[in-house]
């Protein structure tokens, strides 16, 4: 709207300065009227220009920043589902989790279906298969976590903002409620520094292709996920956070 505003003025001044011309300025003099408006026309096309870009340069220097937040977010969802495998519940203790992260063990599991002869009564024997859920061993959780930086995971990138992280219980059927967890950030530490009102857009956006509302978050608190609210091209590789 400011770039259209400022054409439609440069339009209106441009066939005023025109009509002056014209009107009152001598043959003579006009070729330093010329000069005067080649400037102005410089100036004024360098302008449009940028007024062009800025929101263009915003969207790639934002893609750039939320992915290597979403890429710590992504972190803290893997540990708080690997500690739910453990102790049926997650957690919102940051020392413990990234603790967790290092000391942690999981269970290595194998099913096996075992016959068994059931007595219906009467001598009459019937074969039964179940299924037995065998405990083979464990293996450490930092195997899942191998060359990351988990340690660092709560800090968000290129801020002095640490994530905040909360847990809960939602019902998911009548009757049963199950754990949740949400680790989140407000966008704006996150865009400090870039034009006042795109950030202001940005913080209002509701379309698919956008990390939509006031925060970046993975989780909830008020329905069953372990998703993020970024859209999906944010989960197709790492390429865009190392742009820097």
Do not use: C
């Amino acid at each position: 709207m400011n770039l259209l505003l400022m054409i439609l003025a440069a339009v209106v001044v441009a066939f005023l300065l025109a009509m002056f011309v014209v009107k009152f300025v001598p043959l003579k003099m006009r070729w330093l009227v010329s000069l005067a408006l080649l400037a102005a026309s410089i100036f004024l096309a360098i302008k449009i220009y940028d007024g062009i870009m800025e929101p263009i340069n915003f969207n790639k220097d934002k893609k750039v920043r939320y992915a290597k937040v979403i890429k710590n977010l992504k972190l803290i969802r893997d540990a708080e589902v690997k500690y739910k495998e453990v102790y049926g519940n997650f957690t919102s203790n940051k020392d413990s989790l990234i603790s967790f992260v290092e000391n942690g063990k999981l269970a290595l599991t194998e099913t096996k279906n075992v016959e068994e002869k059931v007595d219906k009564g009467g001598g009459i024997f019937v074969t039964v298969s179940k299924k037995v859920i065998d405990t083979i061993g464990y293996e450490p959780v930092l195997r899942y976590f191998e060359g990351k930086n988990y340690k660092d995971m709560f800090s968000v990138p290129g801020t002095e903002e640490h994530f905040e992280l909360a847990i809960g219980r939602v019902e998911k059927v009548a009757g049963l409620e199950v754990p949740v967890f949400e680790a989140k950030v407000s966008k704006k530490p996150i865009l400090k520094g870039m034009n006042p009102s795109l950030i202001k857009a940005e913080l209002e956006a509701i379309e698919s292709d956008q990390i939509k509302g006031e925060f970046v978050s993975v989780g909830s608190l008020t329905e069953v996920t372990t998703g993020g609210n970024w859209p999906p091209y944010y989960d197709k590789g790492e390429a865009i956070a190392k742009e820097e």
